[in-house]
Protein backbone atom coordinates (compact mmCIF):
# COMPACT_ATOMS: atom_id res chain seq x y z
CA UNK A 1 0.00 0.00 0.00
CA UNK A 2 1.12 3.12 -0.94
CA UNK A 3 1.95 5.65 1.62
CA UNK A 4 -1.21 7.75 2.37
CA UNK A 5 -0.93 11.29 0.44
CA UNK A 6 -1.65 14.93 2.12
CA UNK A 7 -4.54 16.69 0.11
CA UNK A 8 -4.78 20.68 0.61
CA UNK A 9 -8.47 21.97 -0.63
CA UNK A 10 -7.78 25.41 -1.62
CA UNK A 11 -10.36 27.95 -1.40
CA UNK A 12 -11.70 29.24 -4.92
CA UNK A 13 -10.80 32.32 -6.22
CA UNK A 14 -13.62 32.88 -8.43
CA UNK A 15 -16.44 35.23 -8.08
CA UNK A 16 -19.53 33.85 -6.32
CA UNK A 17 -18.15 30.15 -6.86
CA UNK A 18 -19.76 28.67 -3.16
CA UNK A 19 -18.70 24.87 -4.24
CA UNK A 20 -16.56 22.96 -3.30
CA UNK A 21 -14.86 19.89 -4.30
CA UNK A 22 -14.50 18.34 -0.56
CA UNK A 23 -17.14 18.51 1.77
CA UNK A 24 -17.04 17.65 5.18
CA UNK A 25 -18.52 14.74 4.48
CA UNK A 26 -16.27 13.51 1.59
CA UNK A 27 -13.13 15.10 3.56
CA UNK A 28 -13.99 12.60 7.04
CA UNK A 29 -14.26 9.88 4.58
CA UNK A 30 -10.63 10.58 3.75
CA UNK A 31 -9.13 11.20 6.62
CA UNK A 32 -10.81 8.26 7.85
CA UNK A 33 -9.14 6.31 4.93
CA UNK A 34 -5.73 7.78 6.17
CA UNK A 35 -5.23 11.02 4.54
CA UNK A 36 -4.33 14.54 5.86
CA UNK A 37 -6.73 17.06 4.54
CA UNK A 38 -5.65 20.53 5.12
CA UNK A 39 -8.48 22.89 4.62
CA UNK A 40 -7.89 26.83 3.41
CA UNK A 41 -9.81 28.84 5.37
CA UNK A 42 -12.27 30.04 2.92
CA UNK A 43 -14.79 33.18 2.65
CA UNK A 44 -16.93 32.04 -0.05
CA UNK A 45 -17.15 28.18 0.45
CA UNK A 46 -20.79 27.36 1.25
CA UNK A 47 -19.23 25.22 3.99
CA UNK A 48 -17.98 26.95 6.84
CA UNK A 49 -14.22 26.59 8.17
CA UNK A 50 -15.50 25.21 11.60
CA UNK A 51 -17.61 22.64 9.46
CA UNK A 52 -14.16 20.92 9.02
CA UNK A 53 -12.58 21.35 12.20
CA UNK A 54 -15.72 18.98 13.72
CA UNK A 55 -14.70 15.98 11.04
CA UNK A 56 -10.47 16.54 11.95
CA UNK A 57 -9.47 18.03 8.81
CA UNK A 58 -6.15 21.08 9.89
CA UNK A 59 -7.53 24.74 8.42
CA UNK A 60 -4.32 26.56 7.04
CA UNK A 61 -4.19 30.11 5.74
CA UNK A 62 -6.25 31.01 2.66
CA UNK A 63 -4.25 30.87 -0.40
CA UNK A 64 -1.42 28.89 1.34
CA UNK A 65 -1.40 25.75 -1.61
CA UNK A 66 1.08 28.11 -2.98
CA UNK A 67 3.66 27.24 -0.49
CA UNK A 68 2.78 24.04 0.37
CA UNK A 69 5.06 20.99 0.61
CA UNK A 70 5.45 19.58 -3.51
CA UNK A 71 4.35 16.47 -2.33
CA UNK A 72 1.08 17.20 -1.01
CA UNK A 73 -2.22 16.98 -3.77
CA UNK A 74 -3.94 20.82 -4.43
CA UNK A 75 -7.57 20.14 -4.82
CA UNK A 76 -9.68 22.84 -5.71
CA UNK A 77 -12.94 23.06 -7.75
CA UNK A 78 -12.45 25.86 -10.76
CA UNK A 79 -9.77 27.80 -12.34
CA UNK A 80 -6.65 29.25 -10.52
CA UNK A 81 -6.02 32.88 -9.98
CA UNK A 82 -4.83 34.24 -12.77
CA UNK A 83 -1.41 34.12 -12.18
CA UNK A 84 1.76 33.19 -14.27
CA UNK A 85 4.32 31.51 -11.36
CA UNK A 86 5.44 28.10 -12.61
CA UNK A 87 3.37 25.22 -10.60
CA UNK A 88 4.59 22.61 -9.11
CA UNK A 89 2.27 20.48 -7.17
CA UNK A 90 -0.52 17.78 -8.39
CA UNK A 91 -3.88 19.76 -8.95
CA UNK A 92 -6.92 18.05 -9.34
CA UNK A 93 -9.71 20.98 -10.48
CA UNK A 94 -11.15 21.58 -13.97
CA UNK A 95 -8.88 23.92 -15.56
CA UNK A 96 -10.68 24.63 -18.80
CA UNK A 97 -7.74 24.42 -20.87
CA UNK A 98 -7.76 21.05 -23.41
CA UNK A 99 -10.37 22.48 -24.97
CA UNK A 100 -7.88 25.72 -26.87
CA UNK A 101 -10.07 28.23 -24.76
CA UNK A 102 -8.64 31.56 -24.89
CA UNK A 103 -5.87 31.34 -23.11
CA UNK A 104 -5.22 27.95 -22.61
CA UNK A 105 -1.17 27.29 -23.48
CA UNK A 106 -0.69 30.02 -20.81
CA UNK A 107 -2.85 27.91 -18.16
CA UNK A 108 -1.51 24.73 -19.44
CA UNK A 109 2.44 25.85 -19.66
CA UNK A 110 2.34 26.52 -16.53
CA UNK A 111 1.83 22.89 -15.31
CA UNK A 112 5.08 21.61 -17.29
CA UNK A 113 7.07 24.81 -16.36
CA UNK A 114 7.03 23.97 -12.72
CA UNK A 115 7.26 20.24 -13.11
CA UNK A 116 3.84 20.02 -11.80
CA UNK A 117 0.77 17.83 -13.00
CA UNK A 118 -2.94 18.76 -13.86
CA UNK A 119 -5.93 16.20 -13.37
CA UNK A 120 -8.69 17.88 -14.33
CA UNK A 121 -11.88 16.79 -13.41
CA UNK A 122 -14.04 17.46 -16.86
CA UNK A 123 -12.22 14.34 -17.99
CA UNK A 124 -12.06 12.11 -15.32
CA UNK A 125 -13.54 8.65 -17.31
CA UNK A 126 -14.26 5.52 -16.14
CA UNK A 127 -12.18 3.32 -19.11
CA UNK A 128 -14.77 0.64 -19.66
CA UNK A 129 -17.60 3.07 -20.21
CA UNK A 130 -16.50 6.13 -21.45
CA UNK A 131 -18.42 8.32 -19.05
CA UNK A 132 -17.36 10.62 -16.79
CA UNK A 133 -17.06 9.26 -13.16
CA UNK A 134 -18.68 12.24 -11.43
CA UNK A 135 -20.48 15.87 -12.62
CA UNK A 136 -22.65 18.15 -11.65
CA UNK A 137 -25.77 17.57 -13.82
CA UNK A 138 -28.51 16.08 -11.51
CA UNK A 139 -28.27 19.90 -9.77
CA UNK A 140 -27.96 21.53 -12.58
CA UNK A 141 -31.61 19.93 -13.62
CA UNK A 142 -33.06 19.97 -10.08
CA UNK A 143 -31.98 24.06 -10.41
CA UNK A 144 -32.95 24.71 -14.26
CA UNK A 145 -36.71 22.95 -13.26
CA UNK A 146 -36.36 25.32 -10.47
CA UNK A 147 -36.20 28.10 -12.01
CA UNK A 148 -38.76 26.84 -14.45
CA UNK A 149 -41.16 26.50 -12.47
CA UNK A 150 -40.23 30.14 -11.04
CA UNK A 151 -40.37 31.46 -14.20
CA UNK A 152 -44.13 30.13 -14.78
CA UNK A 153 -45.42 31.56 -11.48
CA UNK A 154 -43.50 34.94 -11.73
CA UNK A 155 -45.60 35.17 -15.34
CA UNK A 156 -48.89 34.45 -13.28
CA UNK A 157 -48.44 37.01 -11.01
CA UNK A 158 -46.07 39.45 -12.90
CA UNK A 159 -47.45 39.80 -16.39
CA UNK A 160 -44.94 41.44 -18.58
CA UNK A 161 -42.46 41.62 -16.45
CA UNK A 162 -39.39 39.50 -16.10
CA UNK A 163 -38.60 37.26 -13.50
CA UNK A 164 -35.65 38.80 -10.91
CA UNK A 165 -32.48 37.62 -10.49
CA UNK A 166 -32.20 35.22 -8.09
CA UNK A 167 -29.46 34.18 -5.73
CA UNK A 168 -28.29 30.92 -4.41
CA UNK A 169 -29.90 29.08 -1.78
CA UNK A 170 -28.42 27.90 1.57
CA UNK A 171 -29.88 24.71 0.88
CA UNK A 172 -32.34 22.65 -1.15
CA UNK A 173 -35.11 22.80 1.50
CA UNK A 174 -34.97 26.55 1.12
CA UNK A 175 -35.01 26.18 -2.58
CA UNK A 176 -37.79 23.43 -2.88
CA UNK A 177 -40.09 26.05 -0.26
CA UNK A 178 -39.38 29.01 -2.46
CA UNK A 179 -40.91 27.59 -5.26
CA UNK A 180 -44.05 25.57 -3.77
CA UNK A 181 -45.22 29.17 -2.84
CA UNK A 182 -44.48 30.30 -6.09
CA UNK A 183 -46.10 28.03 -7.72
CA UNK A 184 -48.77 28.09 -4.73
CA UNK A 185 -49.25 32.01 -6.09
CA UNK A 186 -49.28 30.98 -9.45
CA UNK A 187 -51.99 28.64 -9.29
CA UNK A 188 -54.40 30.50 -7.39
CA UNK A 189 -53.81 33.08 -10.76
CA UNK A 190 -54.03 29.91 -13.30
CA UNK A 191 -57.88 28.89 -11.85
CA UNK A 192 -56.28 26.37 -9.45
CA UNK A 193 -54.47 24.54 -12.56
CA UNK A 194 -51.06 23.30 -11.76
CA UNK A 195 -48.06 23.63 -14.34
CA UNK A 196 -47.75 20.83 -16.96
CA UNK A 197 -43.72 19.71 -17.41
CA UNK A 198 -42.33 18.14 -20.05
CA UNK A 199 -38.64 17.10 -19.60
CA UNK A 200 -36.36 15.69 -22.55
CA UNK A 201 -33.43 13.52 -21.46
CA UNK A 202 -35.27 12.41 -18.48
CA UNK A 203 -33.10 9.46 -18.13
CA UNK A 204 -30.18 11.62 -17.50
CA UNK A 205 -27.99 12.92 -15.25
CA UNK A 206 -29.81 16.47 -15.34
CA UNK A 207 -33.23 15.01 -16.72
CA UNK A 208 -33.41 12.87 -13.11
CA UNK A 209 -32.78 15.95 -10.97
CA UNK A 210 -35.22 17.82 -13.25
CA UNK A 211 -37.83 15.43 -12.73
CA UNK A 212 -37.34 14.86 -8.95
CA UNK A 213 -37.68 18.70 -8.20
CA UNK A 214 -41.12 18.70 -10.39
CA UNK A 215 -41.79 16.20 -8.23
CA UNK A 216 -40.73 17.76 -4.77
CA UNK A 217 -42.45 21.06 -5.76
CA UNK A 218 -46.09 19.12 -5.74
CA UNK A 219 -46.63 18.47 -9.50
CA UNK A 220 -48.22 15.36 -9.38
CA UNK A 221 -46.67 12.70 -11.74
CA UNK A 222 -49.71 12.71 -14.49
CA UNK A 223 -48.20 16.56 -15.11
CA UNK A 224 -44.84 15.41 -15.58
CA UNK A 225 -44.36 13.99 -19.23
CA UNK A 226 -40.75 12.41 -18.86
CA UNK A 227 -38.90 11.91 -22.37
CA UNK A 228 -35.51 10.17 -23.46
CA UNK A 229 -34.67 8.85 -26.80
CA UNK A 230 -37.53 6.37 -27.64
CA UNK A 231 -39.80 9.02 -27.01
CA UNK A 232 -38.08 11.83 -29.61
CA UNK A 233 -37.04 8.68 -32.14
CA UNK A 234 -40.17 9.92 -34.08
CA UNK A 235 -38.47 13.60 -35.00
CA UNK A 236 -39.60 17.03 -33.89
CA UNK A 237 -40.97 19.19 -33.68
CA UNK A 238 -43.22 18.21 -30.95
CA UNK A 239 -46.88 18.98 -29.99
CA UNK A 240 -46.32 17.72 -26.70
CA UNK A 241 -43.96 20.85 -26.11
CA UNK A 242 -46.20 23.17 -26.57
CA UNK A 243 -49.09 21.30 -25.06
CA UNK A 244 -47.00 21.45 -21.93
CA UNK A 245 -46.69 24.91 -20.09
CA UNK A 246 -42.75 24.69 -19.34
CA UNK A 247 -39.99 22.30 -21.43
CA UNK A 248 -36.95 21.70 -19.32
CA UNK A 249 -34.18 20.28 -22.10
CA UNK A 250 -31.74 17.90 -20.78
CA UNK A 251 -30.24 15.70 -23.57
CA UNK A 252 -26.59 15.40 -23.86
CA UNK A 253 -26.17 16.53 -27.66
CA UNK A 254 -24.01 14.58 -29.99
CA UNK A 255 -25.51 14.86 -33.59
CA UNK A 256 -27.82 16.98 -35.24
CA UNK A 257 -31.61 16.11 -34.46
CA UNK A 258 -34.55 17.51 -35.55
CA UNK A 259 -35.36 21.07 -33.95
CA UNK A 260 -37.79 19.65 -30.64
CA UNK A 261 -39.37 23.15 -30.91
CA UNK A 262 -38.71 26.34 -33.01
CA UNK A 263 -40.52 29.48 -34.04
CA UNK A 264 -42.94 27.84 -36.54
CA UNK A 265 -43.92 25.30 -33.87
CA UNK A 266 -44.54 28.05 -31.51
CA UNK A 267 -47.04 29.80 -33.32
CA UNK A 268 -49.72 26.48 -32.81
CA UNK A 269 -52.81 28.26 -32.03
CA UNK A 270 -53.26 26.08 -29.11
CA UNK A 271 -49.61 26.76 -27.64
CA UNK A 272 -49.60 26.54 -23.72
CA UNK A 273 -46.16 26.00 -23.60
CA UNK A 274 -44.55 29.71 -21.98
CA UNK A 275 -41.04 28.46 -20.04
CA UNK A 276 -38.43 26.86 -21.66
CA UNK A 277 -35.18 25.64 -19.70
CA UNK A 278 -32.31 24.86 -21.64
CA UNK A 279 -30.62 23.17 -19.01
CA UNK A 280 -28.57 21.52 -22.24
CA UNK A 281 -27.34 25.39 -22.74
CA UNK A 282 -26.40 24.27 -26.77
CA UNK A 283 -27.15 27.69 -27.28
CA UNK A 284 -24.48 28.53 -29.51
CA UNK A 285 -23.93 24.96 -30.97
CA UNK A 286 -25.46 24.81 -35.03
CA UNK A 287 -27.16 21.96 -34.22
CA UNK A 288 -29.38 23.22 -30.98
CA UNK A 289 -32.50 21.42 -31.03
CA UNK A 290 -34.28 24.33 -29.26
CA UNK A 291 -33.23 27.26 -31.89
CA UNK A 292 -35.54 29.83 -30.30
CA UNK A 293 -32.44 32.06 -28.52
CA UNK A 294 -28.88 33.09 -28.76
CA UNK A 295 -27.94 34.05 -25.73
CA UNK A 296 -26.39 32.92 -22.34
CA UNK A 297 -28.77 33.79 -19.47
CA UNK A 298 -27.61 34.61 -16.23
CA UNK A 299 -28.57 34.61 -12.43
CA UNK A 300 -29.08 38.18 -12.14
CA UNK A 301 -31.29 38.77 -15.55
CA UNK A 302 -32.30 34.59 -15.40
CA UNK A 303 -34.60 34.83 -18.80
CA UNK A 304 -34.57 35.99 -22.05
CA UNK A 305 -37.75 36.56 -23.96
CA UNK A 306 -38.50 34.84 -27.21
CA UNK A 307 -38.35 37.47 -29.64
CA UNK A 308 -41.68 38.60 -31.47
CA UNK A 309 -43.39 35.65 -29.70
CA UNK A 310 -47.44 36.83 -27.42
CA UNK A 311 -50.32 35.24 -26.33
CA UNK A 312 -48.59 33.83 -24.22
CA UNK A 313 -44.78 34.97 -24.41
CA UNK A 314 -42.20 32.52 -24.31
CA UNK A 315 -39.58 32.92 -21.41
CA UNK A 316 -35.75 30.71 -21.72
CA UNK A 317 -33.29 29.92 -19.09
CA UNK A 318 -30.20 29.35 -20.59
CA UNK A 319 -27.81 29.70 -17.49
CA UNK A 320 -24.75 27.45 -18.07
CA UNK A 321 -23.86 26.93 -14.43
CA UNK A 322 -26.97 26.20 -13.19
CA UNK A 323 -25.24 24.04 -9.95
CA UNK A 324 -24.33 27.54 -8.54
CA UNK A 325 -28.12 27.98 -7.62
CA UNK A 326 -27.44 25.13 -4.54
CA UNK A 327 -23.85 25.15 -3.95
CA UNK A 328 -24.03 22.74 -0.66
CA UNK A 329 -26.11 20.19 -2.36
CA UNK A 330 -24.25 19.92 -5.86
CA UNK A 331 -21.01 20.06 -3.87
CA UNK A 332 -22.04 17.16 -1.96
CA UNK A 333 -23.27 15.05 -4.73
CA UNK A 334 -20.54 15.88 -6.72
CA UNK A 335 -17.81 15.35 -4.05
CA UNK A 336 -19.46 12.30 -3.56
CA UNK A 337 -19.46 10.68 -6.66
CA UNK A 338 -15.78 11.64 -6.93
CA UNK A 339 -15.13 10.10 -3.29
CA UNK A 340 -14.07 6.58 -4.14
CA UNK A 341 -11.60 8.23 -6.91
CA UNK A 342 -10.38 10.90 -4.33
CA UNK A 343 -9.54 7.52 -2.26
CA UNK A 344 -7.11 6.40 -4.73
CA UNK A 345 -5.27 9.69 -4.67
CA UNK A 346 -2.25 8.21 -2.27
CA UNK A 347 -1.27 5.77 -5.29
CA UNK A 348 -2.80 7.67 -8.64
CA UNK A 349 -0.54 6.79 -11.00
CA UNK A 350 -1.75 2.87 -10.21
CA UNK A 351 -5.16 4.17 -10.81
CA UNK A 352 -6.78 3.48 -14.59
CA UNK A 353 -8.92 6.72 -14.15
CA UNK A 354 -6.32 8.77 -12.95
CA UNK A 355 -3.75 7.43 -15.25
CA UNK A 356 -6.16 8.00 -18.14
CA UNK A 357 -6.40 11.87 -16.87
CA UNK A 358 -2.43 11.92 -16.95
CA UNK A 359 -2.44 10.49 -20.38
CA UNK A 360 -4.44 13.09 -21.76
CA UNK A 361 -2.71 15.79 -19.66
CA UNK A 362 0.82 14.70 -21.27
CA UNK A 363 -0.81 14.71 -24.50
CA UNK A 364 -2.27 18.32 -24.48
CA UNK A 365 1.09 19.31 -23.39
CA UNK A 366 2.66 17.68 -26.36
CA UNK A 367 0.55 20.03 -28.32
CA UNK A 368 1.75 23.44 -26.54
CA UNK A 369 3.76 26.02 -28.67
CA UNK A 370 7.24 25.99 -27.49
CA UNK A 371 6.67 29.61 -27.14
CA UNK A 372 4.44 28.52 -24.06
CA UNK A 373 7.20 27.01 -22.03
CA UNK A 374 9.33 29.92 -22.03
CA UNK A 375 9.02 31.48 -18.70
N1 LIG B 1 -26.63 24.33 -17.72
C1 LIG B 1 -25.81 23.80 -16.83
O1 LIG B 1 -25.46 24.41 -15.82
C2 LIG B 1 -25.31 22.40 -17.04
C3 LIG B 1 -24.65 21.73 -15.99
C4 LIG B 1 -24.28 20.40 -16.17
C5 LIG B 1 -24.51 19.79 -17.41
N2 LIG B 1 -25.09 20.50 -18.43
C6 LIG B 1 -25.32 19.91 -19.75
O2 LIG B 1 -26.49 19.11 -19.70
C7 LIG B 1 -26.40 18.11 -20.74
C8 LIG B 1 -26.82 16.75 -20.19
O3 LIG B 1 -25.84 16.33 -19.25
P1 LIG B 1 -26.04 14.97 -18.41
O4 LIG B 1 -24.87 14.86 -17.47
O5 LIG B 1 -27.43 14.92 -17.87
O6 LIG B 1 -25.92 13.89 -19.57
P2 LIG B 1 -26.37 12.37 -19.50
O7 LIG B 1 -25.55 11.71 -20.54
O8 LIG B 1 -26.35 11.87 -18.11
O9 LIG B 1 -27.92 12.40 -19.95
C9 LIG B 1 -28.34 12.81 -21.20
C10 LIG B 1 -29.67 12.13 -21.51
O10 LIG B 1 -30.12 12.66 -22.75
C11 LIG B 1 -30.66 11.59 -23.49
N3 LIG B 1 -30.69 11.99 -24.89
C12 LIG B 1 -29.65 12.22 -25.72
N4 LIG B 1 -30.09 12.56 -26.94
C13 LIG B 1 -31.45 12.56 -26.87
C14 LIG B 1 -32.46 12.81 -27.80
N5 LIG B 1 -32.20 13.14 -29.07
N6 LIG B 1 -33.74 12.68 -27.39
C15 LIG B 1 -34.06 12.36 -26.13
N7 LIG B 1 -33.12 12.11 -25.19
C16 LIG B 1 -31.83 12.20 -25.56
C17 LIG B 1 -29.76 10.43 -23.19
O11 LIG B 1 -30.39 9.18 -23.51
C18 LIG B 1 -29.55 10.60 -21.68
O12 LIG B 1 -30.55 9.96 -20.94
C19 LIG B 1 -24.98 18.18 -21.26
O13 LIG B 1 -24.98 18.88 -22.48
C20 LIG B 1 -24.24 18.95 -20.21
O14 LIG B 1 -23.14 19.70 -20.75
C21 LIG B 1 -25.50 21.78 -18.25
Avoid at 271 to 279: A, I, N, Y
Avoid at 308 to 321: A, F, L
Amino acid sequence: MAPTAVLHLRSEDKHLEHRSALTPTTAKALIDAGYTVNVEKSPVRIFDDDEFTKIGATLVPTGSWRDAPADHIIVGLKELPEETFPLKHVHVQFAHCYKGQGGWDTVLARFPRGGGTLLDLEFLQDPASGRRVAAFGYSAGFSGAALALKTWAWQLTNPGKPLPGVESYPNEDALVSDVKADIAAGQAKNGGKPPRVIVIGALGRCGRGAVDMVKKAGVSDDNIVKWDMAETAKGGPFKEITDSDIFVNCIYLTSQIPHFVNRESLKDADRKLSVVCDVSADTTNPFNPVPIYTVATTFDNPTVPVDGVENPPVSVISIDHLPSLLPRESSEAFSGDLLPYLLKLNDWQNDPVWAGAKKLFDEKVGTLPASALKE
